[in-house]
């Protein structure tokens, strides 16, 4: 087993692997297996990364060294990396005000921040405390009409230039390891409270101060005394509209101003419509492994559904994306750019905002450095000639 730093210093940090290993030790064993895990066996979850490994980088030699174009367009708005950070909800059990820290690391590194539906700050909390964000807002259908209305009304006052809406969790998946934490709905099992009390650093920082966080954007919806994390919890197993199709998606879309995306694509049809629907992309993604267990990998359904989008919207993927090589294959692969969830909540995890500002510097550096070594000179030079798979010929 590799020995990782375990210290106070972000800035010793040297790998995303290495900010997962200290965020471990911080949290405590419910909140790092919330994180950290996937459904079922987690195949899905493994061979998300595993996929990776099937591609070698296809370098040049002898190309001058000038510092790689890492800037470039995502979903139609300028960025300064190939990437956004994706949604995840209730990060506020792994570090105070956390989705803020997140929408000030990616400001600070000119990426995209995408609030979840089920974020513990709210859509007029994280605009007010970082007005310079480009902010996305994902978007987990409701059954009621008018609630729904109402958050995209907010999330566009908030000015949110892209909608993201998530279709792979109309059912929540089965993850085993987050029902074994629990006795009963949000009871921690006796095991699990005692092992809180091994982190007390987590329980001062998280607990103590204000209990579990709420869910500030559903909030507004909830009746007095049921702002609670658990009201906020029965309120979204009650309203997630289970019956999401296309045509409830083009009503989304026509009540929509700005540019929305589609979050969960695995197969080439689904990306067919999309297209058809006037979206401005799709995100391949399989939630992280965190629903169907037996999904193939995101990398993999990206290399099918490439070839059917062909540059006709953007094409992001999600799922297993740790290194800067991990994007340059998913770019290569047609790509124009991925989303970071546990990747940054590691860092998040670990250190505040201070963990996710290193995480994205991370990940910067080796994108250029290894572009560099390819003796590729940016982002928008990259495509499948930069890539090896058994069985190519090149
Ligand atoms: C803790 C956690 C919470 C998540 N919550 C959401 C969410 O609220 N909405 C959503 O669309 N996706 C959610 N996701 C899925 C991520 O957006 C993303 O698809 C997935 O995590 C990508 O895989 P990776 O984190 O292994 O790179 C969540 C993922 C994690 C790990």
Redesign the pocket.
């Given at each position: 087993m590799r020995r990782y730093y375990r210290g106070y210093d972000p800035q010793r940090i040297l790998s995303v692997a290495e900010m997962a290993y200290v965020a471990r030790h911080r949290l405590p064993g419910f909140a790092w297996e919330?994180?950290?895990g996937g459904a079922e066996d987690e195949s899905t979850?493994q061979c998300?990364?595993s996929a990776f490994q099937q591609y070698r980088l296809h370098s040049k030699t002898l190309v001058p060294n000038d510092p790689p174009i890492l800037a470039g367009s995502l979903v139609g708005s300028a960025s300064q990396l190939p990437l956004a950070i994706?949604?995840?909800?209730?990060?506020g059990m792994l570090w105070p005000n956390a989705d803020v820290e997140l929408a000030r690391a990616a400001t600070a590194h000119g990426v995209p921040f995408?609030l979840?539906?089920?974020?513990n700050a709210s859509l007029e909390q994280v605009r007010q405390q970082v007005p310079d964000a480009d902010l996305w807002f994902?978007l987990?259908a409701l059954k009621d009409p008018s609630l729904e209305q109402d958050l995209l009304q907010r999330a566009l006052k908030a000015g949110c230039s892209t909608l993201?809406v998530?279709s792979?969790?109309l059912v929540v998946g089965n993850r085993e390891w987050d029902r074994r934490n629990f006795a009963s709905p949000r009871q921690l099992t006796l095991a699990n409270k005692l092992n809180v009390l091994t982190r007390p650093g987590w329980l001062w920082r998280v607990m103590v101060p204000a209990g579990l966080p709420t869910m500030g954007n559903l909030n507004a919806y909830l009746p007095d005394g049921e702002r609670t994390a658990l009201g906020a919890m029965q309120f979204i197993a009650e309203q997630l509209d289970t019956r999401l199709d296309w045509q409830r998606l083009a009503a989304i879309r026509a009540n929509w101003p700005g540019k929305m995306i589609l979050?969960?694509v695995l197969h080439p049809d689904d990306a067919r419509m999309a297209i058809s629907l006037g979206l401005d992309g799709v995100?391949v993604?399989?939630?992280?492994?965190?629903q169907l267990d037996g999904a193939s990998s995101?990398l993999d359904a990206l290399a099918r559904i490439a070839p059917v989008v062909d540059g006709r919207i953007s094409l992001l993927l999600?799922?297993?994306?740790?290194r800067g090589t991990d994007i340059i294959k998913a770019l290569a692969l047609g790509a124009e750019g991925v989303?970071?969830?546990?990747?940054t909540?590691y860092g998040v995890a670990a250190y505040g905002g201070a963990g996710v500002d290193r995480v994205l510097t991370i990940v910067q550096e080796e994108l250029g450095r290894s572009l560099n070594l390819m003796g590729c000179r940016g982002i928008t030079s990259l495509d499948r000639r930069w890539l090896l798979a058994q069985g190519d010929s090149q």
């Open positions: 919330y994180l950290q979850l998300n990364r994706g949604p995840s909800g209730f990060n995408t979840s539906t089920v974020a994902q987990y993201v998530t792979d969790a979050k969960g995100v993604s399989n939630h992280g492994g965190r995101s999600d799922g297993g994306v740790r989303l970071l969830a546990r990747t909540l």
